[in-house]
T-cell receptor, first 115, second 111 residues
């Protein structure tokens, strides 16, 4: 079953704008990860945030985590046409012994960046 | 390219036929996962190997599905007596540390 729910389901912006995607989940987690998937391709890992972290940065990516609300957000700054893809959050359960093991993915947000 | 390869990339088969997919992981990664992804959905966990041992199978993995990982190297996923509902993208991923590395997937179409 899907644990995470991304919001919005689809987002269309102009190049240079920022894109924010949200993810909510249901159970306690060890960590939360964001992945990108280009059309018809495999997933690429973007960033991981542990349950004891509140914010993390990687290049143009900023992830926040609020475990009290069971939610996370992914911000992509200064978007580019090449950022066009589907973005998924994935959670690893709290009892996963410190390793990812059996990620549970949301349905994803389809981001379109128009040149 | 993550270093995980899957073959074939596309498979069209008729209902009732058997199909087998292969995943070649990054050599030093001892954990290997199979996921299934249908259109508009995120990947769903199917099964997981630690080296050659299959440690968990999802309820999604019916008796028609079997996975192997001989000698802890490549893995195969076989679907017997395919049904139209089996049409999906089948993704393989390997893991080292916290990050999972996904292959490009095998897209199965059952007609």
């Amino acid at each position: 079953s899907q644990q995470g729910e991304e919001d919005p389901q689809a987002l269309s912006i102009q190049e240079g704008e920022n894109a924010t995607m949200n993810c909510s989940y249901k159970t306690s987690i060890n960590n939360l990860q964001w992945y990108r998937q280009n059309s018809g391709r495999g997933l690429v890992h973007l960033i991981l945030i542990r349950s004891n972290e509140r914010e993390k940065h990687s290049g143009r990516l900023r992830v926040t985590l609020d475990t009290s609300k069971k939610s996370s957000s992914l911000l992509i700054t200064a978007s580019r046409a090449a950022d066009t893809a589907s973005y998924f959050c994935a959670t690893a359960p709290q009892n996963s012994g410190g390793s990812n093991y059996k990620l549970t993915f949301g349905k994803g947000t389809l981001l379109t960046v128009n040149p | 390219d993550t270093g995980v390869s899957q073959n074939p990339r596309h498979k069209i088969t008729k209902r009732g036929q058997n199909v087998t997919f292969r995943c070649d992981p990054i050599s030093e990664h001892n954990r290997l996962y199979w996921y299934r992804q249908t259109l508009g959905q995120g990947p769903e966990f199917l099964t997981y190997f630690q080296n050659e041992a299959q440690l968990e199978k999802s309820r999604l993995l019916s008796d028609r599905f079997s996975a192997e990982r001989p000698k802890g190297s490549f893995s195969t996923l076989e679907i017997q007596r395919t049904e139209q509902g089996d049409s999906a993208m089948y993704l393989c991923a390997t893991q080292i540390g916290y990050e999972q590395y996904f292959g490009p997937g095998t897209r199965l179409t059952v007609t």
